[in-house]
């Protein structure tokens, strides 16, 4: 019966943060943290039922290594506290895979189902973000154009594709003159693959110039919101771009002193979260 309830839970309270977050690119801290509750509550339960403390320290060891992992992507600006945070409850909730379900879906479960799940949820949200990414490049196509090539233009930017080039030729000439083939593939991929990556990081940096930008009423500024700009007040420096986003005593201030500013907005990812988690439910590990 727990499996069933934890599914349930599961898709629900992943529904509620997706559509919360396409509204209002944000995610409930009651909804993450009663997604933790739950899922600390529940193996705690099942603890007792069996008389045994391997499931709550299943559950808080997946709780505990998706707390890491969501720092880590906290403090490198790649995901934004909900995210984290979400992804602790799911780590609290589904430290293994609902045993009453294997006969319902038969997955593929050859790594431990917390692996499983990251590694879907970063797949998935891969594919969602290069998809996202070109439907904003098609609805500012003109703006898009305009901004990538003012990026290539810099001196800086022609000096960084020069040196790329001249190694990809380098592999190229290695690759024709090696004869083994699992070289030859390694070198061809070494030479290919730079270009990919400047060039899709030119195409986001482009995307976020043209559309990831806004000015927001500092009355509408919530905690972790990613301000752009240094902020001084009286010649002291209250806020720094540099910031992995703005608190609560700092939005205080800056509404006492300005009327706007401007914020980096981003893309909902936490259905990118609801795609993956589902995924790796039905099918398990997708990869191997």
Known sequence: MFDWIILAIVVVWLTFAAICDIKTKEVPDWLNYSLIIL???????????????????????????????????YYSKQWGGGDTKLLMGLGAILPEYPSQLISVFNPNLTLP?????????????????????????L???????????????QVNIKRLRLIILVLSLLFIILALIIKVYSLQLAF???????????????????IENISMYKILPTSKLVEGDWIAEDIKIKNKLIYSKKSLGVTKEQIELIKKHKKKVLV?????????????????????????
Do not use: R
């Open 113 to 137: 189902f917390p692996m499983i799940l990251f590694i879907n949820i970063l797949l998935i949200g891969g594919i969602y973000g290069l998809v996202m990414c070109l439907a904003l490049i």
């Open 188 to 206: 061809f991929f070494l030479a290919v693959f730079p270009f990919l990556f400047f060039y899709l990081y030119l195409s986001v940096k482009s």
């Open 39 to 73: 899922g600390l509550a529940i193996y705690s339960f099942k603890s007792i039922q069996i008389n045994s403390f391997s499931p709550i320290l299943k559950s808080l060891a997946a709780f505990g290594i998706f707390f890491v992992i969501s720092e880590l992507m």
């Open 264 to 288: 980096k907005d981003g893309i909902a990812f936490v259905p990118s979260f609801w795609i993956g988690t589902i995924i790796s439910i039905l099918f398990g590990n997708i990869i191997f």
């Open 139 to 153: 609805k500012n196509t003109k703006a898009f154009h305009k901004n990538f090539k003012e990026l290539t233009s």
